[in-house]
């Protein structure tokens, strides 16, 4: 089991940056895939970003390719998003999640375990 926890959300102007961080708890971090996903308010959870546990292939929404970029280091047992050129339909709430499946993981069913989220408000 892991326990997941958000940072680093907050308000930025349209084309500004900003990284979210998501530590993990547990000794076995490195086995899990790692996904960041957002959510605003009367509308479905939607997959932004996810790692693979060993860091080496990741995958991303079409709405974020190229603007944002996920990592991890399992040595710290966090997993970061770096949002860059952010725009105002990037405003919601951030969510880190772990699953225990293999391979690139990007419906919100195939995730146990979430963080409670880091609020992101992007100005125009």
């Known amino acids: 089991q892991v326990q997941l926890l958000e940072s680093g959300g907050g308000l930025v102007q349209a084309g500004g940056s900003l990284r979210l961080s998501c530590a993990g708890s547990?000794?076995?971090?490195?086995?899990?895939?790692m996904g960041w996903f957002r959510q605003t308010p009367g509308k479905e959870r939607e997959f932004v970003a996810v790692i693979h546990w060993s860091g080496h292939s990741t995958a991303y929404a079409d709405s974020v390719k190229g603007r944002f970029i996920i990592s991890r280091d399992n040595a710290k047992n966090t997993v970061y998003l770096q949002m860059n050129s952010l725009k105002p339909e990037d405003t919601a709430v951030y969510y880190c999640?772990?699953?225990?499946?293999?391979?690139?993981?990007?419906?919100?069913?195939?995730?146990?375990?979430w963080g409670q989220g880091t609020q992101v408000t992007v100005s125009s």
């Open positions: 547990g000794r076995t971090f490195d086995s899990y895939g």
């Open positions: 999640a772990a699953t225990v499946f293999s391979g690139v993981r990007v419906k919100v069913g195939e995730y146990a375990y």
